[in-house]
């Protein structure tokens, strides 16, 4: 099946700063999505982003499907931040069943 | 727009014994999925329905878990006999439409086997 890799697998950010998350996939994908998951467990969707950049705030994604690969931008971060952020692939599994697969997660920590 | 509803939140039970999750999708949503969440993990399709129909029950495991989407709304999800190793967080999700349209997902059921 299809691997999805997140980096780094841990940050811990000093309130403020910038980050980068990355994702990486090893097929071509019909889609994906990048999800925050607060420290309450509910997955938040933050970007739904087959191609291209989208921005949200102090978030943007950047997606080069072409290269196989995804960055989640984080700027002016805030202990709000905090949590884990999944990137999650759609693919055709065939016959037209999609599948979401997710990666391990970058778990993301901003002290004050 | 109310988003997916999933009860209970919390559910202890002791192993051996039956347990039952349910899941409410966002009106009009045609896809419905179940995750497994493994403490530290990312999420593990256990189920995908289209409407009624299951279209990927690869991942379940079908000698203790049973899914049911009865008119293509509300669906559960049911264990039994619970392992200890299923202690983990069960998530549902839906989308609308049937070809890879995105996701929400519900808070999820928190499931601890003693």
Known sequence: GIQVEQSPPDLILQEGANSTLRCNFSDSVNNLQWFHQNPWGQLINLFYIPSGTKQNGRLSATTVATERYSLLYISSSQTTDSGVYFCAVLLDSGAGSYQLTFGKGTKLSVIP | ???????????????????????????????????????????????????????????????????????????????????????????????????????????GTRLTVV
């Open chain 2, 1 to 107: 727009e109310a988003g997916v509803v999933q009860s209970p939140r919390y559910k202890i039970i002791e192993k051996k014994q039956p347990v039952a999750f349910w899941c409410n999708p966002i009106s009009g949503h045609n896809t419905l999925y179940w995750y497994l969440q493994n403490l530290g993990q990312g999420p593990e399709l256990l189920i995908r329905y289209e409407n009624e129909e299951a279209v990927d029950d690869s991942q379940l495991p079908k000698d203790r878990f049973s899914a049911e989407r009865l008119k293509g709304v509300d669906s559960t999800l049911k264990i039994q006999p619970a392992e200890l190793g299923d202690s983990a967080v069960y998530l549902c999700a839906s989308s609308r439409g049937t070809r890879g349209t995105e996701a929400f997902f519900g808070q």
